[in-house]
């Protein structure tokens, strides 16, 4: 968009950008209309809901153990910057 309106006119860029929200918009409505169609169904609800939950259980223990490991390698490490200023 940005090399269009460079290379042609603001105007040029502008409605080419205008035509993307416009086709953005549109693919979010149809995508909006067909999960709406598809949670009507108990097992999907069921399967979003398990499955949702179990991304989020994933994402929480890898935090956890991220956090150990920095705690771990902290108290074991000496910050350069620490040894610098004593």
């Given at each position: 968009?940005?090399?269009?309106?460079?290379?042609?006119?603001?105007?040029?860029?502008f409605w080419l950008g205008m035509g993307s929200c416009?086709?953005?918009?549109?693919?979010?409505?149809?995508?909006?209309?067909g999960m709406?169609?598809?949670?009507?169904?108990?097992?999907v609800r069921w399967g979003m809901w398990i499955g949702a939950?179990?991304?989020?259980?994933?994402l929480a223990i890898?935090?956890?153990v991220s956090a150990f490991r920095s705690v771990q390698l902290g108290s074991t490490t000496r910050d350069p910057?620490?040894?610098?200023?004593?």
């Open positions: 968009m940005m090399t269009l309106a460079m290379q042609r006119s603001y105007w040029s860029g416009i086709g953005d918009l549109v693919y979010a409505v149809l995508a909006l209309a709406t169609a598809l949670l009507q169904l108990a097992a939950s179990v991304v989020l259980l994933v890898r935090m956890a910057r620490t040894e610098r200023d004593r």
